[in-house]
T-cell receptor, first 113, second 110 residues
Framework: NAGVTQTPKFRVLKTGQSMTLLCAQD?????MYWYRQDPGMGLRLIHY???????AKGEVPDGYNVSRLKKQNFLLGLESAAPSQTSVYFC????????????FGPGTRLLVL | RKEVEQDPGPFNVPEGATVAFNCTYS??????FFWYRQDCRKEPKLLMS???SGNEDGRFTAQLNRASQYISLLIRDSKLSDSATYLC???????????FGSGTQLTVLP
């Protein structure tokens, strides 16, 4: 099992460019999450999904969109990147019951110039 | 005010020392509590759950005080490999959302 994988690992964007971050999990988890981590801020929830075809907003959703067309994939989109979106992005997944045990991907480092 | 507050540290301790981390949370609807560990430039990983009666996992002991909304983690006989950032985490909501503290950095020195 690969667990949770994320692509790309690192990306540099210019302000205004768009990109999509891909998260994939092979554990048949129902729930998937996107977080961002900034120094001194901890991890903050951007969007989450409780099943295929569903998405919901987290704590800091502005400037991001998500899609969960397949159970194993959760995509995070930035339509028009801003320097404030420079961060490390983590995807996570969990079973609906265990909840607290979330399995994280290795992260994507994004720099917006 | 952050929903989960931790002392950021850093805590620098010698090998073999005992070290304690504290955490407070403000959401009284929090249902479950955890400590996660995050190594430098890596993803967070679950260290242990925290139960009201207190629980132990080897050298690690976690305590929860719901009345005070306070969580602690005690590490005994520190090892070099314990060097990491420790994240205090609460769970709430029907979507099992986790709220993370900013983390406490620990460095164990030889």
């Amino acid at each position: 099992n690969a667990g949770v994988t994320q692509t790309p690992k690192f990306r540099v964007l210019k302000t205004g460019q768009s990109m999509t971050l891909l998260c994939a999990q092979d554990m048949n988890h129902e729930y998937m999450y996107w977080y961002r981590q900034d120094p001194g801020m901890g991890l903050r929830l951007i969007h989450y999904s409780v099943g295929e075809g569903t998405t919901a907003k987290g704590e800091v959703p502005d400037g991001y969109n998500v899609s969960r067309l397949k159970k194993q994939n959760f995509l995070l989109g930035l339509e028009s990147a801003a320097p404030s979106q420079t961060s490390v992005y983590f995807c996570a997944s969990s079973y609906s019951i265990t909840g607290g045990t979330q399995y994280f991907g290795p992260g994507t480092r994004l720099l917006v110039l | 005010r952050k929903e989960v507050e931790q002392d950021p540290g850093p805590f620098n301790v010698p090998e073999g020392a005992t070290v304690a981390f504290n955490c407070t949370y403000s959401n009284s609807a929090s249902q479950s509590f955890f400590w996660y560990r995050q190594d430098c430039r890596k993803e967070p990983k679950l260290l242990m759950s925290v139960y009201s009666s207190g629980n132990e996992d080897g050298r690690f002991t976690a305590q929860l005080n719901r009345a005070s909304q306070y969580i602690s983690l005690l590490i005994r006989d520190s090892k070099l490999s314990d060097s990491a950032t420790y994240l205090c985490v609460t769970l709430a909501g029907s979507a099992r959302q986790l709220t993370f503290g900013s983390g406490t950095q620990l460095t164990v020195l030889p």
